[in-house]
């Protein structure tokens, strides 16, 4: 799932995170969050700067967030969704292969 990187970035804790084109595509279409088109800054900014949360049920998972004051309709925040995963290397080894998998926004009080 790497190829096709939009951009990347590290978070607070020093993991380094990635957005794909097809998870942009995904995001942003009209049935799903469209409104985050607007809003592409913020949500790099949530990975970088926001709180993160890992699920409960599945480890590998971290929902961010982070508030905004300017956001679609009445919400507050940007959540995102990331899986940390690994892939091999040239080498056989393991490597860090963390990347968003969605992002909404949501009016969180």
Same mark, same amino acid.
Request: hydrophobic share 30%.
């Given at each position: 799932?790497? +190829?096709?990187?939009?951009?990347?970035?590290?978070?607070?804790?020093?993991? !380094?995170?990635?957005?794909? &084109? &097809?998870?942009? *595509?995904?995001? @942003?279409?009209? @049935?799903?969050?469209?409104?985050?088109?607007?809003?592409?800054?913020e949500?790099?900014? @949530?990975?970088? *700067?926001?709180?993160?949360? !890992? +699920?409960?049920?599945?480890? !590998?998972?971290?929902?961010? @967030?982070?508030?905004?004051?300017?956001l679609?309709? +009445?919400?507050?925040?940007?959540?995102?969704?990331?899986?940390?995963?690994?892939? &091999?290397?040239?080498?056989?080894?393991p490597?860090?292969?963390?990347?968003?998998?969605?992002?909404? *926004?949501? &009016?969180?009080?």
């Amino acid at each position: 799932m790497t +190829d096709g990187i939009r951009w990347g970035v590290y978070d607070r804790h020093g993991n !380094q995170i990635y957005l794909t &084109e &097809e998870r942009w *595509q995904h995001i @942003t279409e009209p @049935t799903n969050h469209p409104e985050l088109l607007d809003y592409e800054r913020e949500l790099r900014q @949530t990975v970088e *700067q926001g709180r993160r949360k !890992q +699920d409960e049920v599945n480890p !590998q998972k971290y929902l961010y @967030t982070k508030a905004f004051d300017h956001l679609y309709e +009445d919400n507050t925040h940007i959540v995102v969704i990331i899986l940390f995963r690994f892939r &091999e290397n040239e080498q056989g080894r393991p490597v860090a292969n963390n990347y968003i998998v969605t992002a909404y *926004q949501k &009016e969180i009080g």
